[in-house]
T-cell receptor, first 113, second 114 residues
């Protein structure tokens, strides 16, 4: 069966510090991978998606970036965090087959102080 | 422009009664619709979906209805249980691309009272 991991689970970082969140998927190959953010009281905003190694598409211009160094690894980064980067970050995957269901990881709670 | 709208931010029902969660969409290219359930501090979990070629899909206590002409779908939960209390997200996809991006609504907080 497939599982998706995210770490860390929670993170408190000062403004201007760097960020690296990691997501890995097990039990599947060549998944589509996604990064979402849920800000307080808001829905799920798609930030980045990737259909293969090194292939990143950005949905929203911001100071975040994403990378996919390996087939089942997806990393969300920032060089300098802003207060507005606080939120709940979710990684998701799907296998690209008809249906479109995405399966989400447990999330990372980021607080920028 | 919000392509998927959940106009009710919250809904409260009594245990055993029916919960009806609504969702509207504006993009005619959407051909697949999904409902997710989310507890606080957890990732959303997939509940049920429906293709645009159908008007109803049922899975246990959960039924999703699709009205294409009205661009409206709803999730019915019968009977509602306290454990159903969570935020429910409606999502839609345009399967024209293989990456299968989902567009989510802002969610409805369902509270089922014992």
């Amino acid at each position: 069966s497939q599982t998706i991991h995210q770490w860390p689970a929670t993170l408190v970082q000062p403004v201007g510090s760097p960020l690296s969140l990691e997501c890995t998927v097990e039990g599947t190959s060549n998944p589509n991978l996604y990064w979402y953010r849920q800000a307080a009281g808001r829905g799920l905003q798609l930030l980045f998606y990737s259909v293969g190694i090194g292939q990143i598409s950005s949905e929203v211009p911001q100071n975040l970036s994403a990378s996919r160094p390996q087939d089942r690894q997806f990393i969300l980064s920032s060089k300098k965090l802003l207060l507005s980067d606080s939120g709940f970050y979710l990684c998701a995957w799907n296998n690209g087959l008809a249906g479109g269901e995405q399966y989400f990881g447990p999330g990372t709670r980021l607080t920028v102080t | 422009d919000q392509q998927v709208k959940q106009n009710s931010p919250s809904l409260s029902v009594q245990e055993g009664r029916i919960s009806i969660l609504n969702c509207d969409y504006t993009n005619s290219m959407f051909d697949y619709f999904l409902w997710y359930k989310k507890y606080p501090a957890e990732g959303p979990t997939f509940l049920i979906s429906i293709s645009s070629i159908k008007d109803k899909n049922e899975d246990g206590r959960f039924t999703v209805f699709l009205n294409k002409s009205a661009k409206h779908l709803s999730l019915h939960i019968v009977p509602s249980q306290p454990g159903d209390s969570a935020v429910y997200f409606c999502a839609a996809s345009d399967s024209g691309g293989s990456n299968y991006k989902l567009t989510f609504g802002k969610g409805t907080l369902l509270t089922v009272n014992p």
